[in-house]
Antibody, heavy 116, light 109 residues
Framework: EVQLLESGGGLVQPGGSLRLSCAASGFTFSDYAMNWVRQAPGKGLEWVSSIIYNGGSTYYADSVMGRFTISRNNFKSTMSLQMNSLRAEDTAVYYC?????????WGQGTLVTVSS | QTVVTQEPSLTVSPGGTVTLTCASSTGAVTNGHSPNWFQQKPGQPPRALIYSTSNTHSWTPARFSGSLLGGKAALTLSGVQPEDEADYYCLLHYGGPRVFGGGTKLTVL
């Protein structure tokens, strides 16, 4: 059974930093691209970042470029999102999502709140 | 900045058929955009329905199908059930970056 478990969310002040993690199980992690997708309260889905199966290429939405960094550890089957210079508009539930052309599994999400 | 557009809301009667569409500001949607479709109900994470335009996952009900229609990606629900009331999102690939549509709120009434 595929499981994606996000952690690391919480309350942070504007300008602060936070690191999200995703622990994956139930599939061969090193075979798949992984993604972060977020959803602000009451809003739609927003793609944030993707990383290919071996970490060799990464992609970012314009809204987070230069502030967020995605990474993965295929030995530990984990993915991370380092978020710096956080803004109020980064407040959202962040989902860990498996897949590239075929996106299939989503985690339950972790809430990030940016507020003073 | 690329924008992906979906109908904000649609209403369908139980047992009816409805088609949701997904358009790209860059031009016609093609198989190269690998359209994916997701269903989201309140308080739940999204659930994948369709990938690569028309491929279904093992859990996708047979009444859901995907296609390209008039330069857009399309999701068709045939024989709509009350439990299909939800938000639906498309996702398009642009060679590396991806973009979600704004979502369609489907009401079954």
């Amino acid at each position: 059974e595929v499981q994606l478990l996000e952690s690391g969310g919480g309350l942070v002040q504007p300008g602060g930093s936070l690191r999200l993690s995703c622990a994956a199980s139930g599939f061969t992690f090193s075979d798949y691209a992984m993604n972060w997708v977020r959803q602000a309260p009451g809003k739609g889905l927003e793609w944030v970042s993707s990383i290919i199966y071996n970490g060799g290429s990464t992609y970012y939405a314009d809204s987070v470029m230069g502030r967020f960094t995605i990474s993965r550890n295929n030995f530990k089957s984990t993915m991370s999102l380092q978020m710096n210079s956080l803004r109020a508009e980064d407040t959202a539930v962040y989902y860990c999502v498996k897949g590239d052309q075929g996106v299939d599994f989503w985690g339950q999400g972790t809430l990030v709140t940016v507020s003073s | 900045q690329t924008v992906v557009t979906q109908e904000p809301s649609l209403t369908v009667s139980p047992g009816g058929t409805v088609t949701l569409t997904c358009a790209s500001s860059t031009g016609a949607v093609t198989n190269g955009h690998s359209p994916n479709w997701f269903q989201q109900k309140p308080g739940q994470p999204p659930r994948a329905l369709i990938y690569s335009t028309s491929n279904t996952h093992s859990w996708t009900p047979a009444r859901f199908s995907g296609s390209l229609l008039g330069g857009k990606a399309a999701l068709t629900l045939s024989g709509v059930q009350p439990e299909d009331e939800a938000d639906y999102y498309c996702l398009l690939h642009y060679g590396g970056p991806r973009v979600f549509g704004g979502g369609t709120k489907l009401t079954v009434l």
